[in-house]
T-cell receptor, first 116, second 106 residues
Framework: NAGVTQTPKFQVLKTGQSMTLQCAQD?????MSWYRQDPGMGLRLIHY???????DQGEVPNGYNVSRSTTEDFPLRLLSAAPSQTSVYFC???????????????FGPGTRLTVT | GIQVEQSPPDLILQEGANSTLRCNFS?????LQWFHQNPWGQLINLFY???GTKQNGRLSATTVATERYSLLYISSSQTTDSGVYFC????????FGAGTTVTVRA
């Protein structure tokens, strides 16, 4: 298994440009999430999905869109990049350990995005 | 949302020393994980430990769910243990603490 993969690893955008960060997992996990990490801080949840066709907002969703057309893929779209979106972005997938309430998450390697 | 506090924020160790990192959280949870973020930025799963005690080599973790805290123990630290240690709680979506930055000096 490749686990959780993300592309690209690095990206530089100009203010106002749009782009899509790709995320894929091959573990057949039901749940997927996007987080951002800013310097000196822990990760903050942007959007998440509980299954194909179902997405919801996390703590910091403004400026980002997501969709989940398949179990494997969960792309994150930046609609009009702003310098405040300079960050490291992590995608994660998780599954229920017992079919109910216990979950374990696995993270991708991250995408480092700079908006100038 | 759930509040997660980690202490200390920074820790400097001499190689071979032992240390304890603490994570306090504000509500009951179904998922508590410890991660190590290495100097290259990769997040590595250390423990999934919503309750009880686990050990993996020189690392061990204990979570006392009823008192809403978890401890990560590093024994006989090595320079490769350097990095940021995060505690995260929740379910299929996590709330992270701000992390403990560990520097192990040779």
């Amino acid at each position: 298994n490749a686990g959780v993969t993300q592309t690209p690893k690095f990206q530089v955008l100009k203010t106002g440009q749009s782009m899509t960060l790709q995320c894929a997992q091959d573990m057949n996990h039901e749940y997927m999430s996007w987080y951002r990490q800013d310097p000196g801080m822990g990760l903050r949840l942007i959007h998440y999905s509980v299954g194909a066709g179902i997405t919801d907002q996390g703590e910091v969703p403004n400026g980002y869109n997501v969709s989940r057309s398949t179990t494997e893929d969960f792309p994150l779209r930046l609609l009009s990049a702003a310098p405040s979106q300079t960050s490291v972005y992590f995608c994660a997938s998780s599954y229920s350990l017992n079919g109910q309430s216990d979950y374990e998450q696995y993270f991708g390697p991250g995408t480092r995005l700079t908006v100038t | 949302g759930i509040q997660v506090e980690q202490s200390p924020p920074d820790l400097i160790l001499q190689e071979g020393a032992n240390s304890t990192l603490r994570c306090n959280f504000s509500d009951s949870v179904n998922n508590l994980q410890w991660f190590h973020q290495n100097p290259w930025g990769q997040l590595i799963n250390l423990f999934y430990i919503p309750s009880g005690t686990k050990q993996n080599g020189r690392l061990s973790a204990t979570t006392v769910a009823t008192e809403r805290y978890s401890l990560l123990y590093i024994s006989s630290s090595q320079t490769t243990d350097s990095g940021v240690y995060f505690c995260a709680v929740g379910d299929y979506k996590l709330s992270f603490g701000a992390g403990t930055t560990v520097t192990v000096r040779a």
